[in-house]
């Protein structure tokens, strides 16, 4: 039977090219600038930043529909009026009912 410090495994841990690889991997993986957990970080960022970008294109998107409706259709006008401006018609009344949030 083989002695433990013959094995191949050993061996391949003494060999001088893998621990200088070894070496190289953790300082890249851990110790450098742009190591593992700032990529991690800086992709988490971005997935982030493309959500935002995607939920402000669908609002662009929904401004520039009510934007055409308004342009052309004199329904919509007034009821956007009402709605937002609290405009209304000769003789008549406009409750604005607030909610407290307790």
Avoid: H, P
Avoid at 57 to 73: C, H, M, P, T, V
């Amino acid at each position: 039977m083989k002695n433990f410090k013959d094995t191949i495994f050993w061996k391949i841990i003494k060999n001088k090219f893998f621990i200088v690889c070894f070496v190289f991997f953790l300082i890249i993986l851990f110790l450098d600038e742009n190591n593992l957990f700032v990529i991690r970080s800086l992709k988490k960022d971005v997935a982030q930043l493309e959500f935002t970008i995607d939920t402000m294109r669908q609002g662009i998107y929904q401004d520039s529909l009510q934007a055409e409706r308004l342009k052309y259709n004199l329904d919509t006008i007034e009821r956007y009026g009402r709605e937002n401006y609290y405009m209304k018609r000769k003789n008549e009344d406009v409750f604005v009912v607030v909610e407290d949030k307790e």
